[in-house]
């Protein structure tokens, strides 16, 4: 995860709060297999509403792409999200006892409603590289907090499962493709992308706080 570039410089910029998120107790917790069904629950819960308008974002990435070879590569990842992914969330609503109300229309958090409200921002951008500046963020944070584990995977799916969705080889590679692309196109819109990816990385680090408020 070191190195030059553009997606590197803009990770340093907010080290402290990249750092707090990717080594936050509820990530100790998770990789431990120890985080409370109630915990991954509540989280899990309002993740799902994240994910909603993480689609639209990766929709509007592939919309303003500049090339059909990124749009690809892009929908790609897309389709992993609302195949594995999704029914990952359902299968863990089912074993957490999520009712189909809370599936699909819950109670915000505030820090779920301002991290939409970001991703929608930035896909009303019109924008490939400010799209990115988000998109980096959620991955390139998840890879870096699911790839922290040295013990075995936790016993129950909820945890395994969620950890080995962003640790694996087809993941990682898109990771480092999506920074790839910000390092190649951020630098002309340096300003707005340092501000969202700024933005994106507190929101991190509060959807974690948010779970022992
Ligand atoms: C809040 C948040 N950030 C990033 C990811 C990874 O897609 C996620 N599932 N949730």
Excluded: K
């Excluded at 120890?34 to 915990?39: F, L, N, W």
């Amino acid at each position: 995860m070191t190195g030059t570039g553009f997606s590197e410089a803009l990770r340093r910029a907010c080290a402290e709060d990249w750092n707090a998120a990717i080594r936050h107790r509820f990530v100790d917790a998770m990789l431990a297999g120890t985080a409370e069904p109630a915990r991954m629950r509540a989280y899990l819960v309002q993740d799902y509403q994240f994910i909603d308008r993480f689609v639209a974002l990766l929709g509007a990435a592939i919309a303003s792409a500049d090339s059909y070879a990124s749009r690809l590569r892009l929908s790609g990842f897309l389709a992993m999200i609302v195949s594995d992914e999704n029914t990952y969330f359902q299968r863990a609503f089912d074993a957490l006892g999520v009712p189909e109300a809370e599936r699909a229309a819950p109670a915000l958090s505030e820090t779920t409603r301002a991290f939409q409200a970001l991703m929608r921002e930035a896909a009303e951008s019109r924008s490939y590289a400010q799209a990115l500046s988000v998109l980096v963020v959620a991955e390139w944070l998840y890879l870096s907090w699911a790839t922290r584990r040295s013990g075995p995977l936790p016993p129950d799916f909820v945890h395994a499962e969620w950890i080995t969705l962003h640790d694996n080889d087809f993941f990682r590679g898109f990771v480092g493709w999506l920074r790839a692309e910000l390092d190649r196109v951020g630098p002309a819109e340096e300003a707005a992308c340092a501000a969202l990816f700024r933005r994106a990385v507190r929101l991190e680090r509060r959807f974690f706080d948010d779970l022992y408020a």
